[in-house]
């Protein structure tokens, strides 16, 4: 009869960040454990080579997601995090680089394919450039689209809007105007000294005599 065993799961966090700071050495800027996840900061320059370690040699073998975040006012505003998976060792854990507009982060499409449009997706959003990637396209926005709109100071509006013209049967692009940008809006209450009631506060008047 063939026994088959489970892969063996770490005891603790604390085991695993300790095994794999040591693994990484200087490639390691900060460890944490956060919400009951471990997350590696490391050199922006040495992110390829971190994680083809950890794939290779501590069997986090899936890239199950790229995000970003940013952060206007550090002088790299942007973190960019990636989401490894043990299915060996039923664990996960997340790495981190930080970059600014100007500071590429080197691709990871050399160690899995589906970093690709993982990397576009951040370029897209945030503006955060991938060395290396053979293909770093938008890839949720519209062809002609201006700017990334999970940066904290891109604007909710955006800055132009596309409708179809009937005139020039075509799709077309314009600047957003948002004429009620100049309208005042007074939500005080009549309990709160407003000189008028508002619709279904009329028993206000009764109450205040």
């Given amino acids: 009869m063939t026994v088959l065993h ?3 799961r770490f005891a603790s966090n604390e085991g ?3 095994a794999l700071s040591a693994a990484l ?3 390691v800027l900060a460890t944490k454990e956060e919400h009951g996840e471990v997350v590696l900061t490391v050199a922006r320059d040495q992110i390829e080579n971190a994680l083809r370690l950890l794939r290779d040699r501590h069997e986090y073998q899936q890239l199950m997601e790229i995000a970003g975040v940013d952060y206007p006012s550090r002088p790299e505003r942007f973190e960019v995090v990636y989401m490894l998976l043990s299915v060996t060792k039923n664990h996960r854990i997340m790495v981190k680089v930080s970059a600014a507009e100007n500071t590429p982060v ?4 050399t160690l899995w394919p589906n970093a690709g449009w993982l990397e576009r997706e951040v370029f897209d959003m945030y503006g955060v450039i991938f060395a290396g990637n053979p293909d770093l396209r938008r890839i949720l926005t519209d062809y002609g689209f ?5 940066r904290k100071d891109f604007p909710l509006t955006g ?7 009937e005139e020039d049967k075509r799709v077309v692009y314009e600047p957003v105007k948002l004429a009620q940008d ?6 005080m209450s009549p309990w709160e000294g407003a000189e008028y009631v508002l619709p279904g506060d009329e028993k206000a008047e009764g109450e205040a005599k």
């Fill in 25 to 27: 050495g200087d490639m």
């Fill in 159 to 165: 800055y132009v809007e596309l409708r179809y013209s």
């Fill in 6 to 8: 489970s892969a063996p």
């Fill in 106 to 109: 080197p691709t990871v499409t």
């Fill in 182 to 187: 100049l309208r005042q809006f007074d939500f």
């Fill in 146 to 150: 201006e700017g990334h709109p999970f």
């Fill in 16 to 18: 695993v960040v300790e």
